[in-house]
């Protein structure tokens, strides 16, 4: 199976500050990779596919690079609506698996 | 677009229960759907996906030959029957559509998903 581990587990920001959380697969995805934010007690939303692309509706202070074994997810301007726990996974292969999750905490 | 799991509740271990997803706003019986679980306060776990004629099915190897996922597009539904359950099946259960890029469909991420149905494996 391959491995998604990301980092930081937690991290604080404020309102207007730029995060960037980072996901690293146990073997090259190439670029089959999404993200995910969670609210609680909510279903996880998908924000990003394909490591970079923006799915429909998410706002553009959302941004995905990375390929291979190694990804990124950035929110620039951090909005407190951007609380929550956020999860990449890995869409190369079977069984697709998740990161552990990052928590959000403005 | 919207999935709207039910079935969800309290369950002896060694004890079985079925889970329903009812799917509207989209052609179901041409998407891949899967299951995916959380247990409380931990991380995502995908479980299974079914193809669209329900004719292909895989399974993580943790419910492997407890659960059986299966569907009935003539109802716009999807099922999960488990048995054997243990208590770490305790999880809030999500189904999920494969997702789209570039017009296409089926892809190996995950959206939408629905509310989610709480199972607790207890004595």
């Known amino acids: 199976d391959i491995q998604m581990t990301q980092s930081p587990s937690s991290v604080s920001a404020v309102v207007g500050d730029r995060v960037t959380i980072t996901c690293r697969a146990s073997?090259?995805?190439?670029?089959?990779l999404a993200w995910y934010q969670q609210k609680p007690g909510k279903a996880p939303n998908l924000l990003i596919y394909?490591?970079?692309t923006l799915q429909r509706g998410v706002p553009s202070r959302f941004s995905g690079s990375g390929s291979g074994t190694d990804f990124t997810l950035t929110i620039n301007s951090l909005q407190p609506e951007d609380f929550a726990t956020y999860y990449c996974?890995?869409?190369?292969?079977?069984?697709?698996?998740f990161g552990q999750g990052t928590k959000l905490e403005i | 677009v919207q999935l709207e799991e039910s079935g969800g509740g309290l369950v002896k271990p060694g004890g079985s229960l079925r889970l329903s997803c009812a799917a509207s706003?989209?052609?179901?019986?041409?998407?891949?759907m899967n299951w995916i679980r959380q247990a409380p306060g931990k991380g995502l776990e995908w479980l299974s996906y079914?193809?669209?004629?329900?004719?292909?099915?895989k399974y993580a190897d943790s419910v492997k030959g407890r659960f059986t996922m299966s569907r009935d597009n003539a109802k716009n539904s999807l099922y999960l029957e488990m048995s054997s359950l243990r208590a770490e099946d305790t999880a809030v259960y999500y189904c999920?559509?494969?997702?789209?890029?570039?017009?296409?469909?089926?892809?190996?991420?995950?959206?939408?998903w629905g509310q989610g149905t709480l199972v607790t494996v207890s004595s």
């Open positions: 706003g989209f052609t179901f019986s041409d998407h891949y």
């Open positions: 073997q090259d995805i190439s670029t089959w």
């Open positions: 394909a490591a970079s």
């Open positions: 999920a559509r494969a997702g789209e890029m570039l017009g296409a469909i089926n892809y190996n991420w995950f959206d939408p």
């Open positions: 079914i193809s669209p004629s329900g004719s292909h099915r």
């Open positions: 996974q890995q869409a190369q292969s079977f069984p697709y698996t």
